[in-house]
């Protein structure tokens, strides 16, 4: 359902579609991490979602780890209470591609905004590829840890704008 055959491109979001298909082609020269950020209903999950479908795709022999917030917090604090650390961040951070929607709901959770910035480092530091999506960029996200926001700043942070009146149709 979620696939860029089915995602309406235009003017509005052109460049966050051109950006994502590149990440799925596994092409270099791309920034590390990709942040798309737009208001609800802007197309955001649906591009993650797609890029992670043609990702796999075009590279079965990579790993790819599709994460939400919802997923991601309640597994951490569920490893942390089992002393299972060690194998939750493994799974995190051997992947090849790393994708996280909706990353500003860690905002005001410090732990897990530790673990994620930790996470992040390493996966970037590696050559690893990390896309995420927000609501808004990382400078408007005043309850995100600061050293998170930064490391979310240093990539390609990308804009969804509100469709036009011929997108829309």
């Known amino acids: 359902r979620f696939s860029f055959d089915t995602f309406v491109a235009g003017p509005a979001n052109e460049f966050a579609f051109a950006v994502a298909r590149r990440v799925a082609a596994w092409s270099d020269g791309h920034f590390n991490p ?3 950020h737009g208001p609800y209903g802007f197309g955001k999950t649906h591009l993650l979602n797609a890029l992670a479908w043609e990702a796999m795709r075009h590279e079965p022999s990579k790993r790819v780890v599709y994460l939400t917030p919802e997923r991601f917090t309640p597994t951490f604090v569920k490893a942390i209470q089992d002393k299972q650390t060690a194998a939750f961040k493994d799974e995190l951070r051997n992947a090849d591609l790393l994708l996280i929607d909706d990353v500003h709901f860690v905002a005001g959770k410090p ?7 930790h996470t992040l480092t390493e996966l970037v530091g590696e050559g690893r590829r990390v896309v995420m999506t927000a609501d808004r960029s990382p400078t408007e996200s005043s309850e995100m840890e600061p050293r998170l926001r930064s490391h ?15 997108l829309r149709m």
């Open 34 to 36: 990709v942040l798309f």
């Open 111 to 117: 732990t897990t905004q530790e673990e994620l910035f």
């Open 152 to 166: 979310l700043q240093e990539g390609l942070v990308c804009g969804i704008e509100p469709a036009d009146r011929n």
